[in-house]
């Protein structure tokens, strides 16, 4: 067993900084290969996944040995070409899934953002009363502050005696 402190950099390396960059010099050629940008697209979509599951099984699994080193493998099946990881995993389970759940997955994803823009809205309009409420409690203060009232101008002598 390696351990999370170095299977963890690990991790990192081969599981996003070496994907992203292939990813890059995919996207950068004069004529980008489609069936690359595919394969990486579907690479992403599924690390995406396994990023939001690895949250919960990291509560419940990290404590089994090899944890760590079969998260870093899976991330190495994915993307190394001669095992076609990421075609298989994503025609065989994900797309499937997602196909099957699509309208679902839509219609809560569209009501979640409704809610947060009315959240939002919401607390646009409590912030703007807040902030209208302070300034004019800043400018009754400052109003009401002894010398924030003119006084009639007299004319001093050099002494500053009234003439």
């Known amino acids: 067993m390696m351990g999370s402190l170095l299977t963890r950099p690990l991790l990192m390396v081969f599981g996003y900084v070496y994907p992203a960059y292939e990813c890059f010099k995919t996207l950068e050629k004069d004529e980008p290969d489609i069936d690359q940008l595919l394969f990486w697209c579907q690479y992403w979509i599924l690390l995406a996944a396994l990023t939001v599951f690895e949250r919960v099984g990291d509560l419940f699994m990290s404590w089994l040995p090899l944890y760590g080193e079969a998260k870093f493998a899976l991330c190495v099946y994915l993307w190394y070409p001669g095992t076609r990881g990421t075609t298989n995993v994503y025609s065989c389970f994900l797309k499937p899934c997602i196909a099957k759940h699509e309208k679902e997955i839509d219609s809560?994803?569209?009501?979640?953002?409704?809610?947060?823009?009315?959240?939002?809205?919401?607390?646009?309009?409590?912030?703007?009363?807040?902030?209208?409420?302070?300034?004019?409690?800043?400018?009754?203060?400052?109003?009401?502050?002894?010398?924030?009232?003119?006084?009639?101008?007299?004319?001093?002598?050099?002494?500053?005696?009234?003439?």
């Open 108 to 163: 809560n994803l569209l009501r979640m953002k409704n809610r947060l823009m009315m959240l939002g809205m919401l607390l646009w309009q409590k912030a703007a009363c807040y902030g209208q409420t302070k300034f004019f409690e800043i400018l009754q203060f400052a109003s009401s502050q002894p010398g924030s009232r003119s006084r009639p101008h007299t004319a001093h002598n050099s002494r500053g005696k009234e003439n």
